[in-house]
């Protein structure tokens, strides 16, 4: 299986970094992974919306460009479908199984996704109703995708 996650922005906190290294290194054991980032656009909050949506544009042009062909995109979206981990092993696995084993996960950048963007992807999830930073956001998606592949394989997780 392969797994990708294609972000907006670089990680700058050295941290959040040795986290993604980190959960990296675990998941080599169930999938070849394959975590890439695009460039994020400057912003600021007072830019008018036009603005925001010009930048969506870009950086979804970006993030576009990341994904490999024939891969199933799941969007990390406020707007997408809630899961719970058991949920998110069962998609995955059967995804796995029906032949669709190239993944790529979208995280966006602050001002959102465009709207090529949004219909580019077959899923959209919501990991929370809370709002992370993007870089804080791949490892809370690194360490969900860890557990589902725990959880797919009845392997202990501790908590």
């Known amino acids: ?8 922005g670089k990680v700058k906190e050295r941290y959040i970094q040795q986290a993604i290294d980190d959960y990296s290194r675990r998941l080599s054991r169930y999938c070849t992974l394959d975590v890439r ?20 544009m870009i950086e979804g042009r970006r993030l576009l460009g990341l994904v490999r062909p024939g891969s199933y995109v799941i969007a990390s979206d406020l707007a ?3 899961l719970t981990s058991e949920e998110l092993s069962a998609l995955i696995s059967g995804l796995a199984t029906s032949g669709r084993s190239d993944i790529t996960f979208l995280i966006g950048g602050p001002t959102g996704y465009s709207p090529e963007v949004l ?19 791949r490892v809370i998606l690194l360490e969900q995708i860890y ?6 394989r009845n392997e202990p997780y501790h908590y």
């Open 119 to 137: 219909s580019r992807a077959d899923d959209r999830v919501r990991f929370s109703r809370m709002t992370f930073p993007h870089q804080l956001m």
């Open 37 to 56: 980032a695009a460039l994020e656009e400057p912003f600021t909050d007072r830019d008018s919306e036009a603005r925001r949506a010009q930048l969506r």
């Open 80 to 82: 997408g479908r809630e």
């Open 147 to 152: 557990r589902a592949f725990k959880i797919d």
């Open 1 to 8: 299986m392969r797994i990708g996650i294609a972000a907006i």
